[in-house]
T-cell receptor, first 114, second 111 residues
Framework: DSGVTQTPKHLITATGQRVTLRCSPR?????VYWYQQSLDQGLQFLIH???????AKGNILERFSAQQFPDLHSELNLSSLELGDSALYFC?????????????FGPGTRLTVL | GENVGLHLPTLSVQEGDNSIINCAYS??????FIWYKQESGKGPQFIID?????DKRQGQRVTVLLNKTVKHLSLQIAATQPGDSAVYFC??????????FGPGTSLSVIP
């Protein structure tokens, strides 16, 4: 158990809908990272938040957005969902925002778009 | 473009043997590399890392080798055990914060 929690574990929805994925980092960790893992694209970095502020963006679509709240939990919002958005979404946390920090991954949310 | 790739998508080894998983990276500016292990149904788990100013780093039963001349990274697992069966990803960081993962190698340990 990494100490990172993600909810829900599974999510099934329809095209065009909007969903919110939630991540709680390990106690004391200030950074949260979001990743997408799909069969065709592999594991891809989406976005990084540190202490409530956006730090870096990766391959995140404009239909996707994220935020980190004062209690340090984070939410990833996916809108206008398409079939291709079906994937595993992981969040990870680390103590600070330095790039050599060890990242601890959560168990993931499996999103299925029908 | 940036690319991190693995030579072998699948690897089967006998229990007790040593495993070697390879990874090629294309960006010579990458200065930090990480190996992750992902078991079925779980998130990636950090195994070991190495900075570009090092050639070798050892952990418990694992060793990472970095050859910057040919942009090659390898993960060696000594005395491979059934619990080592998983998908292994190499990753590189090319800037302060963005990480690029390789496609992964599936390691299967034969009892």
């Amino acid at each position: 158990d990494s100490g990172v929690t993600q909810t829900p574990k599974h999510l099934i929805t329809a095209t065009g809908q909007r969903v919110t994925l939630r991540c709680s980092p390990r106690s004391g960790d200030l950074s949260v990272y979001w990743y997408q893992q799909s069969l065709d694209q592999g594991l891809q970095f989406l976005i990084h938040y540190y202490n409530g502020e956006e730090r870096a963006k990766g391959n995140i679509l404009e239909r996707f957005s994220a935020q980190q709240f004062p209690d340090l939990h984070s939410e990833l919002n996916l809108s206008s969902l398409e079939l291709g958005d079906s994937a595993l979404y992981f969040c990870a946390s680390s103590v600070s925002g330095t790039y050599t920090d060890t990242q601890y991954f959560g168990p993931g949310t499996r999103l299925t778009v029908l | 473009g940036e690319n991190v790739g693995l030579h072998l998508p699948t690897l089967s080894v006998q229990e007790g043997d040593n495993s070697i998983i390879n990874c090629a990276y294309s960006n010579s500016a990458s200065d930090y590399f990480i190996w992750y292990k992902q078991e079925s149904g779980k998130g990636p788990q950090f195994i070991i890392d190495i900075r570009s100013n090092m050639d070798k780093r050892q952990g418990q039963r694992v060793t990472v080798l970095l050859n910057k001349t040919v942009k090659h990274l390898s993960l060696q697992i000594a005395a491979t055990q059934p619990g080592d069966s998983a998908v292994y990803f190499c990753a590189e960081k090319t800037s302060y914060d963005k990480v690029i993962f390789g496609p992964g190698t599936s390691l299967s340990v034969i009892p």
